[in-house]
């Protein structure tokens, strides 16, 4: 197998390098190297400068108006952005729910929704977990009865991430209790804004709102928010998760934040010497660069086997677990490089004018690492997808 970009891959990646050079607003990077929450108007501006360059369809099917990346392309994009320091795609509705519409939706539904996606007037959000059932999705409660022509939809979902920001919230509902938890579920597109919807803030360890509950209470959806068919949203639940766990180890993000680091490293004096040089830091260093390097390359294996044709299976639980595990382990370094600094932590720190007595780039040191707690909970927890790794690779 050959991992060396080819010709057109190269100048695909300086395409992309040209364009990150030129559009990409500083305010925004430097907002991201700091580690500072994006607004919703941060993430609209930079949506609407991908729509443009034909980047945010990039990886959606020519025929609805796609470029249809291949997986490398994909790897490429992703990890030139992450070292330009460019906000990541909001993936709920480009990459989430637009190839569940792709595949299963109507064709009234495929014409209404992705252009809105694409343009920015619809925010979606994700409905799936609730109190109860996270691991466990099937075993979900919020309910979707049939009215005539519309649903009455009641329960609570959690962990919805950015729902503060939503238009639309894509949900999993239970339809029938006969069978199967499986064969009672079927797929929902809701307005964010039909009475008896609530959203309620959860403020993470960190002190940011970045997820939240939200309550359903005798909600009418008409029928024609369905997709697919009734008790058969199981199938596009699944269908969509592939796409969740797609990119899912992060590499370009933990290449970033290794540089960053160093950079800090090579500041921080400890015993009159830059820490970098310290022998038992500079160990800890080397071992995640190579944990990360192997894992880059375990990436580009399966980047380009799907290039090839073969769906990642249990490969992408490996990569979930790895890439967060690692990229957990430069928060960790990260906040004890700057040793004490790492200390004055308050969530107020995440305004911009809030003096931090240390220096700048210890500010976010604690906020980051306490927040990074969660990739190895959201998109399947570490432990699930070892259950995975031990039945589909080790055969146990
Ligand atoms: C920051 C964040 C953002 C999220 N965003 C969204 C979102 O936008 N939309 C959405 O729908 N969901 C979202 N989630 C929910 C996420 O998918 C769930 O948290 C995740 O699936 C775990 O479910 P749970 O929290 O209910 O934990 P549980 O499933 O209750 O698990 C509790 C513990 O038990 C372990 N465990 C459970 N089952 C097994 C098993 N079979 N074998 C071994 N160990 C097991 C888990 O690993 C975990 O340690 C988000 C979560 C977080 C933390």
């Known amino acids: 197998m050959d991992l060396n970009y080819t010709e057109d891959e190269v100048a695909f990646r300086d395409e992309v390098r040209a364009f990150l050079k030129d559009k990409l607003p500083k305010e925004l990077s430097d907002k991201i190297a700091a580690n500072k929450m994006l607004t919703k108007e941060d993430y609209d501006l930079w949506h609407a400068r991908l729509d443009d360059q034909g980047y945010l369809a990039g990886a959606w099917p020519k025929e609805f108006g796609g470029a249809e990346w291949t997986a490398v392309q994909k790897h490429i994009f992703e990890e030139e952005c992450a070292r330009a320091h ?100 079927s797929f929902l597109l809701i307005d964010m804004d039909t009475p008896g919807i609530e959203v309620r803030p959860i403020i993470l360890i960190d002190g940011v709102h970045e997820v939240n509950e939200v309550w359903f209470t005798d909600v009418k959806v008409p029928v024609e928010n369905l997709v697919g068919e009734e008790n058969k949203g199981w199938t596009y639940a699944k269908y969509l998760l592939t796409h969740e766990r797609t990119g899912i180890a992060g590499v370009g993000f933990s290449q970033e934040g290794l540089q960053s680091l160093k950079r800090v490293a090579r500041q921080e004096m400890q015993n009159g010497r830059p820490l970098i040089e310290d022998p038992l830091f500079a160990a800890r260093l080397a071992r995640i660069e190579i944990d990360l390097m192997a894992m880059a390359t375990t990436n580009l294996r399966v980047v380009a086997a799907a290039d090839a044709g073969k769906a990642p299976g249990a490969e992408s639980s490996m990569l979930k677990v790895k890439g967060s595990i690692i990229r957990q382990q430069i928060n960790d370094l990260a906040r004890r490089a700057v040793g004490p600094w790492a200390q004055p932590f308050v969530s107020e720190q995440l305004s911009d004018n809030l003096f931090h007595p240390g220096p700048d780039y210890a500010a976010k040191a604690t906020n980051v690492y306490l927040n990074n707690r969660k990739i190895s909970i959201y998109g399947g927890s570490n432990e699930v997808q070892r259950g995975i790794i031990t039945k589909a690779i080790l055969g146990l």
């Open 86 to 185: 460019a906000p990541r795609i909001v993936p709920f509705g480009v990459a989430m729910l637009a190839p569940v519409l792709q595949a299963f939706g109507s064709k009234e539904q495929q014409d209404y929704y992705l252009p809105r996606i694409l343009s920015g007037e619809d925010w979606w959000c994700q409905g799936y977990s609730e109190p109860g059932a996270g691991s466990d999705l099937a075993s979900l409660k919020t309910k979707a009865v049939r009215e005539g022509d519309h649903y009455i939809v009641n329960g609570q979902k959690t962990w919805t991430t950015l729902g503060q920001y939503a238009n639309k919230i894509f949900c999993l509902v239970r339809t029938s209790s006969e069978g199967k938890p499986q064969e009672g579920i």
